[in-house]
């Protein structure tokens, strides 16, 4: 990405969202170890590739009208690809049958540093611009409701806890949207934490993606799926 549209947007965010319950100091040293451990992760062709294989196979299975994804920042996996491919085969679909393409994706803009995320429409000829913290962001594009949340992870538990930047960005979106959408935690395997202690408006996700595993939450206990 062009470091002049984001330069460390992340830290921003954070610092300007009034977030406080999520700014203690052992949560800040925890983010920035695991930043500082995504940032140096070796091999990232292959685990994208295999994390790139698993989100497809999740998009497919779980059957979304509309997904909410993010532009990568510091390091996060890039699903643009995936959900590009996701949408072109609904557009190839459409040709065939005749019938208009029922897939949609959506990038999130900061309204507010308060605010719950808006999502606007995204295909790979969206033009974009620069939204808030210096994230590219849909150039006057359509408002959607996603019906599944691709979230980005610092750190992840196998019980769907997230450490995110510190912003409360996507508890407050999350706490916001009725009914709730699927959220999917995308991570690599070294973010992984076997403990956080979740805070009141924590919101477990419903499953954590990694490039080697899918840890999908149930009532009875973690599954872990190595496919």
């Known amino acids: 990405m062009n470091s002049s549209i984001a330069r460390d947007p992340a830290q921003s965010a954070a610092q300007t969202s009034g977030n406080e319950a999520d700014a ?13 451990a995504r940032s140096t992760l070796e091999g990232r062709a292959a685990r994208d590739a295999a994390l790139a294989l698993r989100l497809a196979d999740e998009l497919a299975r779980r059957a979304p009208r509309c997904v909410g994804f993010y532009w990568p920042i ?16 609904a557009d190839a679909d459409a040709v065939t049958t005749g019938r208009p393409a029922a897939r949609q994706a959506a990038l999130p803009v900061v309204t507010a540093p308060a605010a719950p995320l808006v999502f606007h429409r995204w295909t790979p000829d ?24 691709l979230v980005p992870c610092v750190g992840f538990t196998r019980d769907g806890l997230r450490l995110g930047y510190g912003g409360g ?5 999350l706490h916001s949207m009725a009914p709730a ?9 070294v973010l992984e934490i076997e403990h956080l202690s979740a805070e009141a408006h924590d919101l477990a996700l419903d499953a954590i993606v990694t490039e080697s595993a899918t840890f999908a939450r149930h009532p009875a206990g973690v599954c872990r799926n190595p496919r």
């Open 126 to 149: 969206t033009p974009m611009m620069e939204g808030r913290y210096r994230i590219p962001v849909p150039r006057e594009t359509e408002v959607l409701v996603p019906d599944l949340l």
């Open 24 to 36: 203690t100091p052992a949560k800040a040293r925890l983010r920035k170890a695991l930043l500082e």
């Open 74 to 89: 510091q390091g996060e996996f890039d699903a643009r690809a995936v959900v590009a491919d996701w949408l072109a085969q």
């Open 181 to 189: 959408p699927q959220t999917l935690g995308i991570a690599y395997d």
């Open 169 to 173: 960005f996507y508890d407050r979106t």
